[in-house]
């Protein structure tokens, strides 16, 4: 059971049609239709009772609303009284162009600053650069090293993206494959790529995406799929034994080298963290930390 479910449920129980509830949630009838019944599968109950032209909650429908409601409740107030806590300490925002960074980035402060709490979001990289300039980041990962006046920055990691095909696809007996000889074709990508999807698309105009927004699904989906995707040396899809083959890109554009940037303030506690940072992963991470 998800608390998607609820909210479901509970726009349903106001809306009195699966269309209009759909409409609200912000996802397709079927869909809608389909986790409502996953739901009452889980309660094993009938929650629903369907006219022609409405749905209204049966009796034990009311009942689960009436108990979905509570958690909802629960989880607001829990959000809240989270929110509190992350107001009363000391909060790091950090934003990315692309997830991988963040992987090597997030447990070294942690290990570092385990005071600090990192608030990390994926944005475009031009609002990387005005947000990191006016103040509203802390750090920013950006795929260059920033030129800009009174900004320091250190190299975080390289990335290189390749091809996953399946073992069946006719590309995948090849040493290595540009994006033009990709293009056309029909993609699995998780959704959280960030600024790789616009390099994809800008290579590769004619090709088209399934995308998917949970990292777990999409890991699923790309075990299974016939779908041909990409993956980085960072991903454990990489990794994993798979009936995929992994083949090398050629363009220049797909091996990027990641810098992490500050703005310079002169005093400013985080000096000190970014001193560290620099070091650290001037290691390439091998060795301990340094102290």
């Known amino acids: 059971m998800e608390l998607e479910q609820l909210r479901q449920l509970e726009a349903v129980a106001s809306c009195g049609t699966f269309s209009a509830a759909a409409e609200r949630t912000h996802i397709s009838q079927p869909a809608l239709s389909r986790s409502m019944q996953r739901l009452e599968a889980e309660l094993g109950a009938s929650l629903f009772a369907r006219t022609k032209n409405s749905v209204e909650l049966n009796e034990a429908g009311l009942l689960a609303l009436e108990h979905a409601q509570g958690i909802l409740r629960d989880v607001a107030r829990m959000r809240e009284a989270l929110d509190g806590l992350r107001a009363r300490r000391s909060m790091l925002r ?121 990292y777990l699904v999409f890991g699923q989906l790309a075990r299974t799929s016939p779908l041909p995707s990409f993956v980085t040396d960072e991903s454990e899809l990489k990794r994993a034994d798979l009936d995929r083959v992994s083949i090398p890109l050629e363009d220049a554009a797909v091996h990027v080298t990641f810098y992490l940037a500050m703005r310079e303030r002169p005093g400013h506690p985080l000096n000190d963290l970014m001193d560290w940072l620099e070091r650290r992963f001037a290691l390439t991470g091998s060795g301990p930390a340094p102290r």
């Not at 006046?149 to 975080?156: C, D, W, Y």
């Not at 590309?171 to 600024?195: K, M, N, V």
């Open 94 to 214: 950090v934003g990315t162009c692309a997830p991988a960074p963040l992987w090597r980035l997030m447990p070294a402060i942690a290990e570092r600053r385990p005071d600090l709490v990192a608030n990390p979001e994926t944005m475009p990289v031009a609002e990387l650069e005005r947000r990191l300039l006016d103040g509203t980041l802390d750090f920013a990962i950006v795929p260059y090293r920033p030129e800009g006046e009174g900004v320091r920055s250190a190299v975080l990691m390289r990335e290189d993206l390749c091809a996953f095909l399946p073992k069946g696809h006719p590309l995948a007996g090849r040493s290595s494959l540009s994006l033009a000889e990709l293009d056309g074709e029909t993609f699995l990508l998780y959704a959280g790529i960030g600024f790789w999807r616009d390099i994809c698309e800008r290579l590769m105009p004619r090709a088209h995406y399934v995308t998917q927004s949970d």
